[in-house]
């Protein structure tokens, strides 16, 4: 029997063990000292076990990474995207002041890179927002046109090289006024005229720019990544995964074209959610495999009270993505969500149908203890402290808060104490509040 098949015949449960086992396998890491090593394994298995809903030694604590670690070190978010070398200084000194359970790299963007190719769906310090803007924003358009829904899932391929690519990169705007690539089938030599193009030349010397930019950047990130793990931090994302309605709603369709459309063409909406699914789960298993964390981070933005109904939820949301969910389960993978925003009591009982254990939900306004109360029993759950409290409140309401947290979600294991949403800027005081409450109030008698 060769290993593809033994993994084709283990359960989901057996499967996630093999990636746990990787997960808290530190033998091929070099770590800085004997206590980082020690310390490595002490944070892994408080994680997993917290996932798996058993006692932990104490409950763990994880703190988002983004823009906070620039202005940590005095840095601001433009400092680190234009100059890398203001990175590392910036992520040791991370490290090393926050004592947390797991840790993954910077949280960043390479900003040339962007610029030389011309990317269009963000605005960031620098490009488009002040020089002293502390966070990017995405830029909401229709980048999938009312009536393209077919191309979309007939070949995805295609669209996303003659009309998703050109809209939202304008380095390469000159690929939506070539034929379908399958029409060079067989002439080899009508591609190479075309390639021969003097706008194609500039764009091939606009991606090789843009190439050896981020090769300059990834080289940081990898080296941020390696320092984390030999400081004895476990890594925190292994792949990441949206939900199907979200891939339409966030990246094709926006907000207003995705809210028509569940009214002019729900069949075509519910058809192309289908088609997202298998998709989706084969791109996170990939990067999954590849990386030593079982987690697939799983933002989530429109199934929220804002934005659709309970009856919209069940039938555009849920199906799809609870769909995508096992899928990542059955290949022992631990989908992450983080429910931006806020989920009423019918949504929590609506997600709360998913295998025991198989899954971590992450919440933003939610009301935790009405989550504990309705998800305990299925799931291990993180958050709220949100990062208005960081903005707003003190360190000692910061820690008051987290007491409270700790004493009703930590109750029987299954919860890690986590920010709702990571802050730009706030007081370091408050982020040592959220630690030094987990190392006082979270420790399991």
């Known amino acids: 029997m060769n290993t593809e098949q033994q993994w084709s015949e283990m359960t989901w449960r057996e499967k996630r063990e093999k990636r746990f086992e990787k997960w808290l396998s530190a033998e091929d890491i070099s770590f800085s000292s004997r206590e980082a090593g020690q310390k490595y394994r002490e944070r892994a298995t408080r994680m997993t076990k917290a996932i798996k809903m058993e006692i932990p030694d104490r409950v763990p604590v994880h703190l988002t990474s983004g823009g906070i670690i620039a202005y940590n070190a005095g840095f601001t978010l433009k400092d680190v995207i234009y100059d890398y070398s203001k990175i590392m200084p910036a992520w040791k000194k991370w490290l090393n002041d926050y004592d947390q359970d797991s840790n993954d790299i910077p949280g960043f963007f390479p900003a040339r890179v962007y610029e030389i190719l011309d990317y269009r769906s963000m605005k960031w310090p620098g490009g488009g927002l002040p020089d002293s803007a502390s966070i990017q924003n995405f830029v909401e358009r229709e ?61 091939f010397k606009a991606i090789w720019e843009a190439s050896e930019e981020n090769t300059k950047y ?46 002019r063409q729900p069949e075509k909406v519910l058809e192309t959610l289908e088609a997202i699914v298998e998709r989706a789960v084969r791109s996170a298993v990939q990067m999954t495999d590849m990386a030593r964390s079982p987690i697939v981070l799983i ?84 958050g709220n402290v949100t990062a208005a409290q960081l903005y707003t409140h003190s360190p000692q309401e910061i820690k008051e808060y987290c ?10 294991g299954g919860y890690i104490l986590s920010l709702g949403s990571g802050p730009d800027k706030c007081d370091p005081a408050c982020l040592h509040a959220m630690i030094e409450a987990a190392q006082e109030y979270g420790v399991y008698k």
Not at 196 to 203: E, I, S, T
Not at 243 to 249: H, K, L, M, R, V
Not at 325 to 351: F, K, Q, S, T
């Open 143 to 203: 980048y999938m046109h009312a009536d393209e829904y077919d191309l979309f899932v007939n070949d995805p391929f295609d669209f996303g090289t003659r009309y998703f690519t050109p809209r939202t990169w304008g380095a390469f705007e000159l690929l939506s006024h070539i034929p379908p690539l399958s029409s060079y089938q067989g002439l080899p030599q009508r591609l190479m005229a075309m390639c021969q193009d003097p706008a194609f030349v500039k764009l």
């Open 218 to 263: 990834q080289q940081v990130i990898r080296e941020c990544a390696q320092v984390s793990l030999e400081s004895g931090f476990p890594p925190f994302v292994g792949g990441m995964a949206q939900a199907p309605y979200d891939t339409i709603a966030d990246s094709l369709r926006g907000t207003r074209g995705i809210t028509v459309d569940m009214y």
């Open 299 to 382: 933002p989530m933005h429109k199934g929220d009270v804002s934005f659709m109904s309970v009856k919209q939820f069940e039938t555009f949301y849920w199906p799809t993505f609870r769909k995508l969910l096992l899928g990542l389960v059955n290949e022992g993978c631990v989908p992450w969500m983080v429910i931006d925003g806020r989920y009423d009591e019918a949504r929590l009982e609506i997600i709360s149908d998913l295998p025991r254990s198989s899954v971590v939900w992450n919440m933003e306004q939610t009301d935790m203890f009405k989550a504990k109360e309705i998800l305990g029993d299925s799931a291990c759950i993180t």
């Open 403 to 412: 007491r409270k947290l700790i004493e009703v979600c930590g109750e029987d």
